[in-house]
């Protein structure tokens, strides 16, 4: 026999950034952070695991090609989920397993993102998010979302918050051993839905200095790091909760744009600098971090003429834009302004990714 499971998860994008680590491998954050997770249907991961006693290895694949399973973080996770598996049984098929044997049975996993991985758009997060949730439906684990995010926490920090829909925080905490430091959801997909989130993808190449590298150098060399998680980071997620409850775009947008480019200053404050919002691998350099500027650009400019915020821009470890429009109305002019900035064409590598709203 083999008992399978395929879940869905989509990939969120922090609006409040998680950058650095005061613990790496049970990987507890340096602040807390806030994020928005994107439907389901962009950019999402679809992962199947399945058990059966004819396997005589755990073997995953991720976008059809063979991966090792050798690396800690999966190994943790893994670990976590066995530790918490109950007796599961399924009478039609004949199916009966007990707790203890977990440990013996062996597992593959089949793991899908449409979506570039490692090239900056949280790939990682959806992944282990999803591979977690999956593993604990199929093992029979009864933990509730919250302590399932512990435990995809361990396979990549962000991960934690895509076990939830809408708005989550990844609260840090306090205990060494990472038990609070754990998401919760701040409000649903429902809250806040006028909102439309358009991603300009830059360059689709994976990233040069991983997240995680990238945040070990920040801990290590940056100043401004500890400043911005001691004392920047805490007024501005009660800040954020706020404006995410009254639905206040204006003090959303504006938290959302200077903590992203409060973040890319740290890692410009780290040393060796850090540039995440190019392609350095590639002669792009320039047409990339040129793309980025123009769109920060164009969206203060327009936010500014228009005297009130209608469009937020973040950036993570990677050059391709998110833009969160206020409504469709606006999201619908923002493509336009793009198109118009950026027409199809040889030189940039810009291509639109639509989120929440199919009809634009
Ligand atoms: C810039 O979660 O990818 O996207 O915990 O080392 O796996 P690890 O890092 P990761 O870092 C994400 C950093 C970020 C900001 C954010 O998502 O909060």
Redesign the pocket.
Known sequence: WVLMVTAQTPT???V????G?RDETL?L?VND?I?VTLDPDHLCTTTTVAVSPSFDHDRMWLNAKEISLSGG?FQNCLREIRNRACDFEDKEKGIKIEKKDWEKLHLHIASYNNFPTAA?L?S??AG?ACLVFALAKLMNAKEDQSQLSAIA?Q?????C?SLFGGFVK?IMGKDEKGSDSLAVQLADEEHWNDLVIVIAVVSSRQKET???SG?RESVETSLLLQHRAKEVVPKRIVQMEEAIKNRDFSSFAQLTCADSNQ?HAVCLDTSPPIF?MNDTSHRQFSTNMETCFRIISCVEKWNRSEGSPQVAYTF??GPNAVLIARNKKVAAQLLQRLLFIFPPSSDTDLNSYVIGDKSI
């Open positions: 969120n994008i922090a409040i950034k998680y950058w680590k990987i954050p952070s994020s973080r900056g949280a990682s997060a282990f926490r396979g990549s920090g962000s991960a918050r990844w991983s997240s995680t945040m973040f995440y993570d470890a």
